[in-house]
Nanobody
Framework: VQLQASGGGLVQAGGSLRLSCAAT????????MAWFRQAPGKEREFVAA????????NYGDSVKGRFTISGDNAKNTVYLQMNSLKPEDTGVYFC????????????WGQGTQVTVSS
């Protein structure tokens, strides 16, 4: 499975961005897809995930109520709508996928930079 993330950029605090992640290859094996982010000097942080079958979602505490993850199975694409952005949301956002709940996320995209100015 190959993942291609896009949609990052520079936005002012309070603004919005939408990230996209397109999956290609053996996508029928994917159990769920997720977004993680990493700020300079910090560890990678879970942002949101969506299950391929059924669309169940879950979110990191820091983004609940502001971010929404959604998916289009026909396009093998996952989206992350980010609203009410804060400077602390700045970082590189990575798209990832795994083949089952018991496995670690093993497929990773290249990351897209999100910068929120105050």
């Amino acid at each position: 499975v190959q993942l291609q993330a896009s949609g990052g950029g520079l936005v002012q605090a309070g603004g919005s961005l939408r990230l996209s992640c397109a999956a290609t290859g053996r996508t029928f094996t994917v159990y769920d897809m997720a977004w993680f982010r990493q700020a300079p000097g910090k560890e990678r942080e879970f942002v949101a995930a969506i299950r391929r079958n059924g669309g169940r979602t879950n979110y990191g505490d820091s983004v609940k109520g502001r971010f929404t993850i959604s998916g289009d199975n026909a396009k093998n694409t996952v989206y992350l709508q980010m609203n009410s952005l804060k400077p602390e949301d700045t970082g590189v956002y990575f798209c990832t996928a795994r083949d089952s709940y018991s496995q670690a996320y093993g497929y990773w995209g290249q990351g897209t930079q999100v910068t929120v100015s105050s």
